[in-house]
Structures are given as C-alpha cells and as structure tokens.
C-alpha cells in the first residue's frame, strides 16, 4: 500500500531527520512553521500548528494515511511565561490531530519527553509509571499525550531525550560553541538521562512503520500505544558536555576550555524547575518491536562528524556568546 505522510515540524531537529527517513514508506507531505534556508526549504507547505483551522484544513486537503507530528514548543523556559501559546502547539494540536486522523482513518505518529515524570527517585521510568511533570512544558506534553490516547485513534507515541542534532539549539552545540570561547564551563551535573540523537529517533520510527505488511493504521491499532525510546546507558550534563569535549579534541578542533566544574541544579535556579531523573526504560520497545538502541556514547560518536562539520562554520567566524561569561550552563530540553 503507497503511503501518504503529512510531517509536521520538518524543519525542526526530529523533523529534519524525519524528512530524510520517511520517504522510504511512502509519499511525504513536509511542512514547517516558517521559511529556514537551511531546514526548512521554500517547497515546504507552510503551517503553524496553533491556528486550528489551517491545521484542519491542511489535514483534509492532503487526506495523508499517517501523520508524524514532530513540531512542538520546546523552549522549557520560555513556557513557563508563556503557558497558553506552549498548550495551543503541544496540547491542542495534538487533539485536532487526533481526531481528524480518526475522521480519515490515518494513523498519527507522535513524540514527548521524559519530563513527563517529576524525576524522583533512580529507577528507569516505564510507560505506565505515574506521570507528574515539574514544568508547563511537560504539563503541555503530558496534555497533548493524553489527548491522543483517549480519541481512539491509531497511534505511536515516541517518548525520548535529551535530543540533539547537527542542526537546531541543543546542548551538544551550545558546548562546542561556548568551550570555543571559555576555558571554563560549570555544567549542572545532578541531572541524569540518556542523550539520544533526533537521527536515531526517526530511524526507529521509520523501522517500526516498515513492519506494517497492510495499512499502518491497522498495524497501529494493534501493535502502537506509548513507547519510550532514548539511546541506553545514562549520564548527566556535565558527562555529556565532557565527551562532547573529548571528541571534538579527538577530532582535531582548538578548544579553550580546560575544565567543566559541576554544578547542582539547586545552584543555578532556573524559570522551569526539570526532573533529576530522567532515565526512561526502553524494554517496551526491545520486547514489541526487538529495537535496541546503541549506548548514548557511541551514538554520539557516530554523529559526531556531522555535528563538528556544521560547527566548524561558526568557529571559523566566531559569533560572540549571548551567555554572559560568569553564567554556569543549564540543561535544556
Ligand atoms: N529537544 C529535546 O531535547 C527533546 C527531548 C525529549 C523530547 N522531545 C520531543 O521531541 C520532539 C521533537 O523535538 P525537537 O528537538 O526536534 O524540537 P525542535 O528542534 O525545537 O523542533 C520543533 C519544531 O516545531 C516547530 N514549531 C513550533 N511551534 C510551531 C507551530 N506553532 N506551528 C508549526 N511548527 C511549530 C518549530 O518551528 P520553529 O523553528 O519555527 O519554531 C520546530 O521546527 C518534540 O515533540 C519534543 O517535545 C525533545
């Protein structure tokens, strides 16, 4: 069956990636909020996700058989501030999604965070752990989870973290452009989970599509539901600001920085309090699909060409840092 795949987020780290896996199953109908030479070319259908009525329109007018929605608001931060525009991308949309891929009987792929959990205790989460976001940001994306799950509708949800990519803001490219420029860096260091590269997470989600032998919808409705999927082994920020540094030395590229002081999150307050622990526990999608992600080192090792070669522009014609120089560094999402 020739599958029609409307992706929304294309230009965003997931969407990118998304943009390069998808078209083995099928037709894909990219869109993005706005023009970004670099990610999001001109072709792209043009859609903010929070103006309902386009959504729907946009919807029925393609008629895809699977929606990915990787678009989301993801500045932890700013949400905090801003709770209605966050709950309008990351709650609302999600619902309209829902319910016009049930009106179309497509199927609807989606992607949320380990800040759904308050982060308490060590334990890997399960899917079915209690949820208890700390933030406005995983309050939204427990939201828009949550809608999906009760319309009834066909789905995947991929909970990941702790993404990075060679494109976008994260924090593996915040740390190469700041240990260009300071030969020290404090880094929160008691906040633990696994880095997960937004290439793997599209990889993983085209493979489990691919199993589908008639309509993935029906694969779905049979086999989908809520999976946590992040790269295995755990770290804080301060272990991945440092093989980050590792790396890029290996690699050949002039850094200033010399140490990486941890910090505790208690420290350095931030507007959006995040989980210390934010292990999730993977074996749902070893056991229903025999997917097991690599450890978080060696896929960063893997990406890590890639990653260096887009930096490597901004280290040639160094830009000043908008962070002041005596600022430790937080996580981000
Ligand atoms: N980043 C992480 O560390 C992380 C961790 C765990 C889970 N996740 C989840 O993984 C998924 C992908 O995240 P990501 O890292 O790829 O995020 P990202 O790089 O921030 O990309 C999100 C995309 O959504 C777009 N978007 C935001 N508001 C929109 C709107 N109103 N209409 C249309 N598009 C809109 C953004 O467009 P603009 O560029 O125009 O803003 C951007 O292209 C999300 O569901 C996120 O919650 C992310």
Redesign the pocket.
Known sequence: MRNRILL????????CELARSLPALGEVVP????P?AA??PDEYVR?????TDALRRTVREIRPTVIV???????VDAAEADPA?AA???AL?PAVLAEESRRLDAALV??????VFDGAGYRPWREDDRTGPLNE?GRT?LAGEEAIRAAGVAHLIL???????PR????VRTMLRLGAERPELRVVADQVGAP?S?RL?ARVTAEILARATGSIADFLRERGGTLHACCAGTTSWRGLAEETFRLARAAGSPLRVGRVVPLASSEYPTAARRPLNSRLDCSRLANRFGVRLPDWRTELADCFPEIIATAEAAWTNPAPSRVPLASPVRA??
């Open positions: 929304l987020g294309a230009g965003g780290q997931l969407g869109t993005a909020r706005k970004a990610t999001a859609l903010n996700i929070a103006d929605n990787a678009a989301a608001y993801t500045a525009t309008a991308v990351n949309a989606h992607y949320s965070t380990d800040y940001y994306k909970r990941t973290s702790w993404l990075y990519s976008g803001h994260n924090f997960t937004a997470v981000q999402q």
